[in-house]
């Protein structure tokens, strides 16, 4: 057990493997909580399919979208998305 911090300063004791899980996933929680904001649509017959694909996709734009802020994009990531895939289609 050991003492931990919460974001707003109040200590509680907690085990350390539960600490160490905290400190260390918070950017996969953080992903995931992005990418439930803007899912794609799951709209296929097989749900293996819409697991895998559409999961993968979410996650693809969410690091691209991470990597576009990173790098100092200046217009919307959306507008770029959209332009993007109607210049290949």
Same mark, same amino acid.
């Given at each position: ?14 085990p ?16 995931? !909580?992005?990418?439930? /904001? ?11 399919k819409?697991? &895998? +694909?559409?999961? $993968?996709?979410?996650?693809a734009? !969410?690091?691209?979208? /991470? ?13 770029? &998305? +959209?332009?993007? $895939?109607k210049?290949?289609?």
């Amino acid at each position: 057990m050991g003492m931990v911090k919460n974001r707003y300063g109040v200590e509680k004791m907690k085990p350390e493997e539960v600490a160490l899980y905290n400190e260390q996933m918070s950017g996969i929680d953080r992903a995931d !909580q992005l990418i439930s /904001y803007y899912s794609s649509p799951e709209k296929t017959i097989r749900w293996y399919k819409k697991v &895998i +694909i559409f999961h $993968l996709l979410d996650v693809a734009v !969410q690091n691209s979208h /991470y990597l576009w802020k990173k790098l100092g994009g200046k217009s919307s990531f959306r507008e770029y &998305i +959209i332009k993007d $895939l109607k210049w290949h289609f």
